[in-house]
């Protein structure tokens, strides 16, 4: 601009360079900020159909329609591509394509998926780097949860979604020598009937633990929760854990 750059107030020197942080406000021809950077990868949006005004944006990488609030269908990346989950099933899906929901039909638009990537210390949490403790009682009632990272540790209220959680890591846990990739797998109906769920509130509790871990930091945290492609399948994304037992019980 001719009459000057500016970052976050500062004019910048002709010629000069600056790196640029999360939120730097930019201004092109006075110093009041126009425009705020934003180096984050491009997230999923969905627009609807029949009211092209009306669009949902990502949360977390974790795009969820018709709402956050309302989560009957997720779209998340996985290996490089775009899936499409809901209560019982997992599919493929592209940029462009058009879903249907109970709120009507949804055309997404879909970026290029983006591995997430760590700091050079490795101080970003990944579900690949954290570990959940769960601290049960004498009926294996949950009395404590905390994702822990090192010396790290992060202490949450035990919530109802903490409950297919503790399942899934127990089932996982306990995969013996199984590959990895075969460890913790469970049809659906088995951990419905184990837990005592219908599908419905199952979908809404995996929604949650990927909104909460999201909140405390886990990058991938949309990956908490993976279901196997072609099957009814689910399993928890994360394979390190701490169970510890003690002798008081709920409400003590």
Do not use: C, M
Not at 60 to 80: F, I, K
Not at 177 to 185: F, I, P, T
Not at 225 to 241: D, M, N, Q, Y
Request: proline fraction near 6%; charged fraction near 25%.
């Amino acid at each position: 601009s001719r009459n000057g750059t500016y970052v976050n107030g500062e004019v910048l020197v002709p010629g000069g360079k600056i790196g640029l942080d999360q939120g730097a406000h930019l201004g092109f021809g006075g110093p009041r900020g126009a425009f705020v950077f934003d180096a984050d990868p491009p997230q999923p949006f969905a627009v609807a159909v029949d009211s092209p005004t009306q669009f949902v944006e990502a949360s977390g990488g974790l795009l969820t329609l018709p709402s956050v609030d309302a989560p009957e269908l997720a779209v998340l990346s996985r290996d490089g591509d775009w899936w499409l989950e809901s209560e019982d099933r997992v599919e493929a899906i592209g940029d462009g394509d058009v879903i249907d929901s109970s709120s009507g039909r949804w055309r997404l638009h879909l970026p290029e998926p983006i591995p997430p990537t760590e700091d050079a210390d490795g101080a970003i949490l990944t579900l690949s780097s954290i570990k959940l403790s769960f601290v049960v009682g004498r009926e294996r009632e949950l009395l404590e949860f905390a994702v822990a990272r090192g010396s790290r540790k992060i202490s949450l209220k035990p919530r109802s979604h903490h409950t297919p959680l503790l399942a899934l890591a127990e089932l996982r846990a306990n995969a013996g020598s199984l590959a990895e990739d075969e460890q913790g797998w469970i049809e659906q109906d088995d951990l419905l009937q184990r837990l005592g769920y219908n599908s419905g509130r199952l979908h809404v509790e995996i929604h949650r633990i990927r909104s909460e871990l999201t909140k405390v930091g886990v990058i991938d945290a949309v990956h908490a929760i993976e279901r196997l492609p072609g099957t009814r399948k689910l399993r928890i994304g994360v394979s390190a854990f701490e169970f510890i037992e003690s002798s008081a019980s709920a409400g003590a």
